[in-house]
């Protein structure tokens, strides 16, 4: 055990990000952004191209400095006022969309660039990164002779090489067409957690989020939205924000009376709103029952097929209700016989609904951090 290990608490988190700024002339990239991520943990940062998870990952691996703020690894301070550890001494990975694999040099021999002074038992563990990966029998090979999976799969072993207390990755799949980037990404966290890897990823993509990471941090603006599970962020959402980055769904605009919420399917619960309260009703595809006309007996209950979906495990029926702008989605067993210009009842799933307030200005930053359940509430039909 190195020293530096040997001072490490067992309480530290593997990373700590504490009310960091930045500003490049007039533009606020980070505003007052503060994480943790634990030991061994995959954390993704998540958020429309511009919100600052980008700029956040560089100020972590050292090629920004924050305007204000500090940055802790393990405990000890890497980023603050009259502090910048450089990059090559703070012991993270990288790992980039594009690679960055030397072309001139094989397989072995782009892994071995970072393992220069490294023991010899580093050079063996690296091996065995490579035999883990399937890729053994290409040590030999050249980058450029390599499939993009393959490629990616040797960046992600020369950035593990090293045995980095932290690995950066920024949108490292994205140049993977889906079928490749969805059994990559599936191997990638599988030697993450063989190799009890710390891990900070940045996406765009919230199904990669959602597959990929013990948590997640939503971005916005340069400021954090929330942070939590994938289910917590899905099901729980914290804003309107947060639930439509998460998912698509339809919206529905209602006023609370007497703690409820009037929609055209019905009312639902909105305990917790005041009296008067705007609020949106969002309905996802999984929250709305499909079945014979007499199932939605009823005022507004009723619908009428508009288009079917067939997306292989399930398919999805666009749907007409009176009293809705746009069509309804509704996700059902692909068995089931409905058709354009059928007519079907509906209910609501009580566990799937949502009624979030009609204010969505990202300023209450505390508020959403604090307390998410005064600020997402789930119905009952």
Do not use: W
């Amino acid at each position: 055990m190195t020293e530096q290990a040997s001072r490490v608490r067992p309480t530290d988190p593997a990373l700590a990000v504490e009310e960091v700024a930045c500003r490049f002339g007039r533009v606020t990239a980070l505003d007052g952004v503060s994480l943790e991520v634990r030991p061994g943990e995959v954390m993704a940062l998540l958020g429309d191209s511009g919100c600052g998870k980008s700029t956040l990952l560089r100020i972590v691996a050292g090629l920004e400095r924050p305007t204000r703020g500090r940055v802790l690894l393990d405990g000890h301070l890497v980023a603050g006022p009259g502090v910048a550890v450089p990059p090559e001494a703070r012991g993270v990975g990288l790992m980039f969309q594009d690679y960055a694999l030397f072309p001139h040099l094989t397989v072995a021999e782009n892994i071995r660039f970072g393992l220069a002074g490294r023991p010899p038992a580093a050079r063996e563990a690296a091996g065995s990164l490579l035999d883990q990966v399937g890729l053994s029998a290409r040590a030999d090979s050249y980058p450029q002779t390599l499939s993009g999976g393959e490629q990616q799969r040797v960046a992600l072993v020369r950035a593990l090489a090293p045995g980095p207390r932290l690995l950066l990755l920024d949108e490292p799949f994205s140049n993977l067409d889906r079928r490749m980037r969805d059994r990559v990404r599936e191997d990638t966290v599988a030697l993450l957690r063989r190799t009890g890897t710390t891990a900070l990823l940045v996406t765009h993509d919230p199904e990669e989020a959602l597959a990929v990471a013990n948590r997640i941090a939503l971005m916005r603006r340069g400021r954090l939205v929330q942070v939590g599970t994938g289910e917590a962020l899905y099901r729980q959402p914290a804003s309107l924000f947060a639930a439509r980055f998460l998912a698509d769904a339809v919206e529905i605009p209602a006023r609370v009376a007497r703690g409820r919420a009037e929609t055209p399917l019905g009312p639902v619960s909105a305990a917790g709103f005041a009296e008067g309260a705007a609020v949106r009703v969002c309905l996802r595809p999984e929250a709305v029952g499909v079945g014979p006309p007499a199932l939605g007996s009823g005022r507004g209950r009723s619908a009428q097929v508009m288009r079917r979906v067939f997306v292989g495990s399930a398919t999805l029926l666009l749907l007409r209700v009176p009293g809705l702008d746009e069509p309804l989605r509704a996700r059902i067993a692909g068995t089931e016989p409905y058709g354009p210009g059928d007519a079907v009842g509906l209910t609501l799933l009580e566990q799937a609904v949502l009624v979030l307030p009609e204010e969505d200005d990202g300023n209450s930053l505390e508020e959403l951090q604090t307390e998410p359940h005064l600020a997402a509430r789930h119905s009952a039909h």
